[in-house]
């Protein structure tokens, strides 16, 4: 921890914005700087009932130990006896999921704008040993300049810094696993440049490439079909998107120089980009954070009323974890 300690009682928890599996995130104004950020909070119990407590460090000490300019920022952590606090960079330009809702597919240029970022994180956390492992929509936020931030890394596996390296987790979203993954297989990086090149297609055509509503004929779908593309795909864009869903780990495209000098990104200037200097083709409108617009609140439980207070929380720690090392200051 960098600097001096902070607790819930150093913010105003203005509004509940949503609930995710083992959390709920609140608007938070921190009192000394007026400024805002996202609270996510975490019951003690539910994290160690529900065999969290590794994937909840894993998060923490990614978001504090690994910073990149287009990975959310944390910010700080603490506790109370009975919950944890995350408190983060407050992205007010939705998620892509959000932004397809409102929007529909994206154009080539700004699909084009949003890979060169993942291929600049996604090889970024390689290199630290990370494989990220739940490459969604929903887990890209998009800020003010229309520069993505990666964020959840709940599910994330660490350690993996040796090429070799290889885990068997059957873990993240079923549409977008890739074959080795659904077979059951030891997987490496690899498993994170399939799902780019699933996103990719999923933002750019409006569909995922393998899903069926059926899992038996998903399961088909990604280890055997076709992969077709819409008419106004561009061939370098299906290129490189075939290249990423090349169904043996080993042919699937890995290598950044390789990426970077592929036809798909000629003209990009990567170092403008690394920098967030190059202009977005896509803005999201200026608001206001406290109107929460950029939530999709037809996803997420939401009430104005919900109460972040520990005397509301009726779940108890067992005891049994050491929370002592989750606390942590970045400022």
Not at 29 to 51: I, N, S
Not at 218 to 231: E, G, H, Y
């Amino acid at each position: 921890m960098e600097g001096p300690a902070v607790c819930l009682e150093d913010f105003d928890v203005l509004q509940f914005v949503g609930i995710g599996g083992h959390s709920k995130v609140y608007l938070a104004q921190k009192k000394e700087t007026q400024k805002f950020y996202a609270l996510k909070m975490l019951e003690k119990r539910k994290v160690e009932r529900c065999q969290e407590v590794t994937h909840t460090f894993n998060e923490r000490n990614i978001l504090s130990g690994y910073h990149h300019p287009f990975i959310v920022k944390l910010h700080y952590c603490f506790q109370s006896d009975e919950n944890l606090y995350m408190v983060l960079d407050l992205v007010t330009g939705g998620d892509l999921a959000y932004n397809m809702k409102l929007q529909g597919t994206f154009s080539e240029e700004r699909v084009k704008f949003y890979a060169a970022q993942l291929v600049l994180v996604l090889d970024f956390l390689h290199k630290h040993g990370i494989i990220y492992r739940d490459l969604k929509p929903e887990n890209l936020l998009l800020n003010e300049k229309g520069y993505l931030l990666l964020c959840d890394f709940g599910i994330s596996k660490v350690d993996m810094k040796d090429p070799d390296a290889r885990t068997s987790s059957f873990c993240g979203t079923p549409a977008y696993f890739s074959p080795e993954m659904l077979n059951g297989l030891e997987y490496g990086t690899a498993v994170d440049w399939w799902q780019l090149g699933i996103l990719l297609y999923q933002i750019l055509c409006g569909k995922l490439p393998f899903y069926h509503p059926n899992s038996g004929i998903m399961w088909k779908n990604i280890n055997s079909a076709p992969l077709v593309f819409p008419d106004h795909v561009l061939p370098d864009t299906q290129d490189i998107i075939s290249k990423f869903l090349k169904r043996e780990p080993s042919e699937r495209l890995q290598d950044i120089n390789v990426m970077q000098q592929h036809p798909y990104f000629t003209g990009l200037d990567w170092d403008k980009l690394s920098r967030k200097e190059l202009p977005a083709p896509y803005i999201p409108e200026s608001i206001n954070p406290k109107d929460i617009h950029f939530v999709d609140t037809n996803e997420v439980f939401f009430s104005e009323d919900e109460d972040i207070s520990d005397e509301e929380t009726f779940f108890q720690p067992t005891g049994t974890t050491n929370w002592e090392s989750f606390d942590y200051v970045s400022e």
